[in-house]
Every structure is written in structure tokens, then in C-alpha cells.
């Protein structure tokens, strides 16, 4: 990868998916309730997949795509980690990267299009290096099994379903979906259950175990680059708030306790955009470090932004504890994602194995 910058292009998609975001998913940014009457979930999806094409930057060209990259694919979970938005993106990229993985002809055309929201079935907790689940049985062109937390399948309009005996695409009406309580209500979880689903398979056990192994390590880096933008909206919004908050006569950001901690946030927040910068650009450009880059930004990146949401609720005094500021959504996503396709701990587990370090 020759630089970390952003490019004018990856900038000028920026700027587009923030302002459809700040457009569309109003719930959060006003400190509603996603879940509610008010939730632009469905709106905000259709303004970044279709409307901007977000759903075909990571596939070619002669695919039906925008012949983009990663590194596009992860500023869109930028601003989908600023905005705390409540879009199926996660669930897209691994379904994505799946079906990129199986070259899966006749269903990418129709995911660029935004015609097709495929999502992978795998729980959300699933652990790097994780071997392909046996959760799910095939049976005679049809699937039996459960699979629990499964995160934006309530979206989906097509299921990708990893088994030991091969990768199968299931219609979504064909499973039954019951809800999860999640902790980040802006990213639902559900119980997929198959009983006998029609399924049509992919690919053999050799392609399943390499769509499950890409999927995982894409779904890290692009994980790491939205826990960057969580982590760099709590930073912003900190800053403007304590310029603005008066205590003693003065703003509460001129107390050097506050600048401290801020500096040392602003420093975290910039290694973190490196580190999340590198593994999409590892994934963009097929370098044989991706799998340390993915596990690398994982472990860094998880942690920065658990802690940039708690200084964030932290600094804004009481109003940030509050259910109507928006603060603990990005608390919650930021908690959430921490365990989500491994944790801190089991990434840097998996980073000992990737460059021999012996074990302790």
C-alpha cells in the first residue's frame, strides 16, 4: 500500500454517504429510539446501497460492480460508525465477501445492484480462525440447524449459509428469524432456524472453508475502520462540547485535566485510523499481511473505541447520561462491536500464531 491517505475519490464518497446518513437515519442522530415508529433503517439503506451504489463497490466490474476496493467499502463503515447508523452494512460486507470469495456468478450482479441483500449466517461472537460451524446440516438440497445472533439477517433478502459440507444460498422467507436482545439496538441480532429449506449450493467444503476463512478476516478490518468513526465522532462531539460548557466561569475544556485526557484520545484515535487504514488497504490490494493487518486492527481499534465512547459520556457531565443524547448509542455500538468477530484478546491470540511468537 503506498500511502495511508485518502484518496480525493474515497473523500468525495465520504462526504455523499454522510450527508445521506444525516438525512436518512435521523433516529439516532436526534437520540431516538431505532427500534421505534421513527427508525429510517430501511431509508437509510436504500440511499447508500442503491442510491450511491455502496452495495457494488467491492465487486468487479465484470461482475456487475464498481470495480472499487476495500478501502472504499471501509469509508462507507466510516460514516456508518459516525453516524451510529442502524444499515445492514456489516451483514452486506460479509455476505459480500463470501460470494466474492465463490465467485458466485449469478448472484453478484444482483447484490451490486441493490437488488439483493445477502447476508452470511454466523454469529456475531464467532472467534478468529474459527473452523467452518457444524450448526447447520445439508440434507438433499435442503438445511437443518440453528444458527443464534446473527447480526442483520431481519434485512435480508438471501442467507449465505457456511457448512462443513459446502456453502448454500437460502431465501430469507424460507428461514424462521427470532429476535435477539442485543445490547446495540442499532445493530439487530437474530436466531436463524432452518427445517428443511430449500438451499442451493455455492460451493464444495474446500470453497465453503475459504468464503468462511475471507469472510471473517474482511469482516475484522472493516469492523476496525467503523470503530474508527465511532471513536472519532465521540473525539469531535467531546471537543465541541467542553469548548461550549461553562463551569466556574469558564469552558470546561480549558481545565487541564480534560485537555489531557482529550490529547491522549486524540493520539489513540490517530493510530487507530493507521492501523484501520492498513488492513483495508492489506485486503484492497491482496497482500499476504492482510491476515495480521485484519488481526491487528481488531485489537487496537476495539478497544480505542470503548474507550472514546466512555470519555465521551463521561465529559459531557449529566447530560451524558441521559437517555435523550445520543452518547450511549455509540457507548453501546462500541461495546458491541468489541466482541463481535473476536475479541481484542482472541485477535491477539491469532496474531501470535500469524508471526510465531511462542506461546507463553
Known amino acids: 500500500m503506498s500511502t495511508l491517505l485518502y484518496s480525493d475519490v474515497e473523500e468525495e464518497l465520504r462526504a455523499s454517504v454522510r450527508q445521506a446518513l444525516a438525512r436518512t437515519a435521523g433516529g439516532v442522530s436526534s437520540g431516538g429510539d431505532p427500534a421505534g415508529d421513527g427508525w429510517a433503517g430501511s431509508d437509510a439503506w436504500r440511499a447508500?446501497?442503491?442510491?450511491?451504489?455502496?452495495?457494488?463497490?467491492?465487486?468487479?466490474?465484470?461482475?456487475?460492480?464498481?470495480?472499487?476496493?476495500?478501502r472504499e467499502v471501509a469509508v462507507v463503515a466510516e460514516e456508518v460508525g459516525r453516524a451510529a447508523a442502524p444499515v445492514p452494512w456489516l451483514g452486506a460486507v460479509?455476505?459480500?465477501?463470501?460470494?466474492?470469495?465463490?465467485?458466485?456468478?449469478?448472484?453478484?450482479?444482483?447484490?451490486?445492484?441493490?437488488?439483493?441483500?445477502?447476508?452470511?449466517?454466523?454469529?456475531?461472537?464467532?472467534?478468529?480462525?474459527?473452523?467452518?460451524?457444524?450448526?447447520?446440516?445439508?440434507?438433499g438440497?435442503?438445511?437443518?440447524?440453528?444458527?443464534?445472533?446473527?447480526?442483520?439477517?431481519?434485512?435480508?433478502?438471501?442467507?449465505?449459509?457456511?457448512?462443513?459440507?459446502?456453502?448454500?444460498?437460502?431465501?430469507?422467507?424460507?428461514?424462521?428469524?427470532?429476535?435477539?436482545?442485543?445490547?446495540d439496538q442499532t445493530r439487530p441480532l437474530s436466531t436463524v432456524t432452518f427445517t428443511s429449506a430449500p438451499a442451493?449450493?455455492?460451493?464444495?467444503?474446500?470453497?465453503?472453508?475459504?468464503?468462511?476463512?475471507?469472510?471473517?478476516?474482511v469482516g475484522a478490518a472493516i469492523l476496525a475502520a467503523e470503530q474508527l468513526g465511532v471513536a472519532d465522532w465521540c473525539l469531535a462531539?467531546?471537543?465541541?462540547?467542553?469548548?461550549?460548557?461553562?463551569?466556574?466561569?469558564?469552558?470546561?475544556?480549558?481545565?487541564?485535566?480534560?485537555?489531557?485526557?482529550?490529547?491522549?484520545?486524540?493520539v489513540e484515535v490517530t493510530q487507530a485510523r493507521a492501523v484501520a487504514r492498513y488492513a483495508a488497504g492489506c485486503l484492497a490490494d491482496a497482500d499476504p499481511d492482510a491476515a495480521v493487518a485484519a488481526s491487528l486492527a481488531q485489537a487496537h481499534c476495539a478497544p480505542v473505541a470503548v474507550r472514546a465512547?466512555?470519555?465521551?459520556?463521561?465529559?459531557?457531565?449529566?447530560?451524558?447520561?441521559?437517555?435523550?443524547?445520543?452518547?450511549?448509542?455509540?457507548?453501546?455500538?462500541?461495546?458491541?462491536s468489541a466482541i463481535a468477530l473476536g475479541?481484542?484478546?482472541?485477535?491477539?491470540?491469532?496474531?501470535?500464531?500469524?508471526?510465531?511468537l511462542p506461546p507463553r
Do not use: M, N
Request: proline fraction near 6%.
Open 200 to 217: 442451493t449450493l455455492l460451493g464444495d467444503a474446500e470453497r465453503a472453508a475459504a468464503a468462511w476463512t475471507s469472510a471473517l478476516r
Open 237 to 266: 462531539s467531546t471537543v465541541d462540547y467542553v469548548k461550549t460548557r461553562y463551569q466556574f466561569a469558564r469552558p470546561v475544556g480549558s481545565f487541564q485535566a480534560v485537555k489531557h485526557r482529550l490529547a491522549q484520545l486524540w
Open 309 to 336: 465512547a466512555e470519555e465521551c459520556v463521561q465529559l459531557h457531565g449529566g447530560i451524558g447520561f441521559t437517555w435523550e443524547h445520543r452518547a450511549h448509542w455509540y457507548l453501546k455500538r462500541a461495546k458491541s
Open 48 to 70: 447508500l446501497a442503491g442510491g450511491i451504489g455502496c452495495a457494488a463497490l467491492a465487486i468487479p466490474e465484470d461482475r456487475g460492480g464498481a470495480g472499487a476496493s476495500w
Open 343 to 356: 475479541t481484542p484478546a482472541q485477535h491477539r491470540a491469532l496474531l501470535g500464531e500469524l508471526v510465531d
Open 141 to 183: 438440497g435442503t438445511l437443518t440447524g440453528t444458527v443464534t445472533s446473527v447480526a442483520d439477517a431481519h434485512a435480508a433478502d438471501l442467507l449465505i449459509v457456511p457448512t462443513p459440507d459446502g456453502l448454500y444460498a437460502v431465501d430469507a422467507a424460507r428461514a424462521t428469524l427470532t429476535p435477539v436482545t442485543a445490547l
Open 94 to 139: 460479509l455476505g459480500t465477501a463470501a460470494l466474492l470469495s465463490c465467485d458466485a456468478v449469478d448472484l453478484l450482479p444482483k447484490v451490486a445492484s441493490a437488488d439483493l441483500l445477502a447476508v452470511l449466517v454466523l454469529p456475531l461472537s464467532t472467534p478468529p480462525g474459527a473452523p467452518v460451524p457444524a450448526a447447520v446440516r445439508a440434507d
